[in-house]
């Protein structure tokens, strides 16, 4: 009963470097989100795909690139690493009803 | 107007209040919404479902008001274990949070 899994669940990164965030859900669900959340913060989505083939910038998609050709995975990209990325990213699929399903987050740290 | 806005918070109430929180949305096609609790550093679970005009589970009772576009949250006889963020949700293609109301229940 796997549901979200996201890996890996820390990581710290060099300014410049680049990392795959992975996400992949079992449930078969078209729409797939990645967010991230700063101390204190609210979540603010950065990608959401709708679907295999198809994804579509969020609030602050700047510094990432998604891509989707799976149903089940939704890789999250950074190819520069900033300190301004240093967050908590989530990842998130959503049924037909629209309830959210959330993998345990992944901390990133870039120094 | 934001697409999800929320009571911005903080609330500190003592164990045994009442206390509630509303969720105002701009979407007015909207059909469903939900509630969600996050602990700190965890991921966000869902505490309530909301498809008519409300619903009830024990102490949490959800309310749609569709004329005024808002959603309010409930809460009963505070628990120290209710302190937590609730999040809410209005499902749409772009899936964006309110940027949560923190609640602190204390003995």
């Known amino acids: 009963n796997a549901g979200v899994t996201q890996t890996p669940k820390f990581r710290i990164l060099k300014i410049g470097q680049s990392m795959t965030l992975q996400c992949t859900q079992d449930m078969n669900h078209n729409y797939m989100y990645w967010y991230r959340q700063d101390p204190g913060m609210g979540l603010k989505l950065i990608y959401y795909?709708?679907?295999?083939?198809?994804?579509d910038k969020g609030e602050v998609p700047n510094g990432y690139n998604v891509s989707r050709s799976t149903t089940e995975d939704f890789p999250l990209r950074l190819e520069l690493a900033a300190p301004s990325q240093t967050s908590v990213y989530f990842c998130?699929?959503?049924?037909?009803?629209?309830?959210?399903?959330f993998g345990e987050g992944s901390r990133l740290t870039v120094l | 107007r934001k697409e999800v806005e929320q009571d911005p918070g903080p609330f500190n109430v003592p164990e045994g209040a009442t206390v509630a929180f509303n969720c105002t949305y701009s979407n007015s096609a909207s059909q469903s919404f939900f509630w969600y609790r996050q602990d700190c550093r965890k991921e966000p679970k869902l505490l309530m479902s909301v498809y008519s005009s409300g619903n009830e589970d024990g102490r949490f009772t959800a309310q749609l008001n569709r004329a005024s576009q808002y959603i309010s949250l409930l809460i009963r006889d505070s628990k120290l274990s209710d302190s937590a963020t609730y999040l809410c949700v209005v499902p749409h293609n772009d899936m964006r949070f309110g940027a949560g109301t923190r609640l602190t229940v204390k003995p």
């Open positions: 795909s709708v679907g295999a083939g198809i994804t």
């Open positions: 998130a699929s959503s049924s037909n009803t629209g309830e959210l399903f």
